[in-house]
Nanobody
Framework: VQLQASGGGPVQAGDSLRLSCAAS????????MGWFRQAPGKEREFVAG????????NYAESVKGRFTISRDNAKNTVYLQMNSLKLEDTAVYYC?????????????????WGQGTQVTVSS
């Protein structure tokens, strides 16, 4: 399994950014996909998750109403649309995959990880 995250970069507060996670290596129809982030000196935290088969989603409270996770079956890609970005959204963002069926929100529940993409929000 390979996960390739991309789309990060420097933005200003209030801007939007879309991250992509290209998945390859197997069929992901039975997988849950997640986005996590890790800021300097902080633990990796859950941002959003989606069940590939049903499209059901869940979000961290801190991003509800601003971020949207989605997937494109044809492209085997998961997206994270981030709107109204805040300074505190600055972090390295990682995509991850797991066969867990429990709407996983902990890093240890995920088996595969992408390399991370940096998002830097400035004022």
């Amino acid at each position: 399994v390979q996960l390739q995250a991309s789309g990060g970069g420097p933005v200003q507060a209030g801007d939007s950014l879309r991250l992509s996670c290209a998945a390859s290596g197997r069929t992901f129809s039975n997988y849950d996909m997640g986005w996590f982030r890790q800021a300097p000196g902080k633990e990796r935290e859950f941002v959003a998750g989606i069940r590939w088969s049903s499209g059901s989603r869940n979000y961290a409270e801190s991003v509800k109403g601003r971020f949207t996770i989605s997937r494109d079956n044809a492209k085997n890609t998961v997206y994270l649309q981030m709107n109204s970005l805040k300074l505190e959204d600055t972090a390295v963002y990682y995509c991850a995959a797991t066969m867990s069926s429990l709407s996983p929100v902990r890093p240890y529940q995920y088996d595969y990880w992408g390399q991370g993409t940096q998002v830097t929000v400035s004022s």
